[in-house]
């Protein structure tokens, strides 16, 4: 785990009222996968990214 990742779950764990030494064991049982979802959700629900839309717009001639 990085250090970013360890800030992230601290955070995660101060506005959640979760135990940090259990969001770390969690986080640690997950897949890559598993683990680029649940960063990506987690950092939506501290409002740490803005949202950017799926597809960039092209104007067709």
């Known amino acids: 785990m990085?250090?970013?990742i360890a800030k992230l779950l601290?955070?995660?764990a101060a506005v959640s009222k979760s135990d940090l030494k259990e969001l770390k064991k969690?986080?640690?049982q997950l897949s890559w996968q598993e683990r680029t979802v649940e960063k990506k959700r987690i950092?939506?629900?501290l409002g740490l990214t803005e949202e950017t839309p799926q597809e960039s717009?092209?104007?067709e001639e």
């Open 2 to 4: 990085n250090r970013r």
């Open 43 to 45: 950092e939506a629900e």
């Open 10 to 12: 601290s955070q995660y």
């Open 26 to 28: 969690w986080w640690n």
């Open 57 to 59: 717009e092209t104007p």
